[in-house]
């Protein structure tokens, strides 16, 4: 298929690398920022563009992966061409492109995405929805040459798996910042907790969350728990976010268990 990149971020990135190396034609990458555009259509042998009124026509594809903000917007310029185009999004809604075009289709690679760290694509779940099922097939066979994980999800689903994801990942990433930060105040190194961090996510790879949950708040150990408030005694927001996580893990211990 000869597919036109509209983005130059990580995700656009990833998803150029896979389709070119899957057998696939870059055919452009556009960016408002012409070095980015350039960077990347250099690695994919594709053409470079900051326009979008330099749009190649000999496209069959056009994938947006912008900001979600964006996406509209660019969705207006590109209908002109009356080209297929998919988003990448996981919180935006296939109508954001059917307000301007019936040939519309969502392209979402659920994964967290770096320039500078390979992602074995293979494995990354690809979510598909389109305008019609002429549209899902097609956006689907393609998924399937870069991704041994494809789904047919609309966008209620997507939008409610988007969310998730940001829980499963975005959250604690942020914790993980928290941690590094009580741990440098003493000056204690983060790679302490890295082999905890890798353990608790094998763990879940083969068993459900609310089976291997741990800690004092899973116990009732309020012992435990007041002492790590009183540590927290000069950082009242971080007493805050530790009482609602550990009043977060009891409620769901109790609502899977019962009342002890």
Do not use: W
Not at 70 to 81: D, M, N, S, V, W
């Amino acid at each position: 298929m000869r597919i036109t990149i509209i983005g130059s971020g990580n995700v656009a990135t990833h998803l150029a690398a896979a389709f070119k190396n899957a057998g696939h034609v870059i055919v452009q990458v556009y960016s408002r920022n012409m070095q980015n555009a350039a960077l990347l259509a250099y690695h994919v042998k594709a053409e470079a563009i900051d326009s979008l009124d330099a749009i190649n026509t000999d496209t069959n594809l056009f994938v947006i992966a912008v900001k979600d903000d964006a996406i509209g917007p660019i969705a207006e310029q590109l209908a002109k061409y009356q080209k297929l185009m998919a988003h990448t999004s996981g919180a935006t809604d296939l109508y954001t492109l059917l307000a301007f075009s019936d040939n519309a289709g969502v392209f979402y690679p659920l994964q967290t995405f770096s320039k500078v760290k390979e992602v074995d694509f293979l494995k990354v779940p690809v979510c598909i929805e389109g305008a019609d099922e002429a549209i899902a097939k097609l956006l689907t066979e393609l998924a399937q040459t870069v991704s041994n994980n494809v789904y047919q999800i609309d966008s209620a689903k997507r939008k409610t798996l988007h969310l998730a994801a940001v829980f499963a990942n975005n959250f604690p990433n942020y914790l993980y910042n928290i941690a590094q930060q009580l741990l440098a105040q003493q000056n204690l190194s983060f790679d302490l907790l890295r082999p905890l961090i890798s353990e608790t996510a094998q763990t879940v790879q083969t068993r459900l969350p609310n089976e291997v949950q741990t800690g004092p708040a899973i116990r009732n150990d309020e012992n435990t728990m007041a002492f790590h408030l009183q540590l927290l005694q000069d950082q009242p927001e971080l007493q805050q976010l530790y009482e609602a996580l550990s009043q977060g893990i009891i409620k769901l211990d109790i609502t899977a268990h019962g009342d002890k």
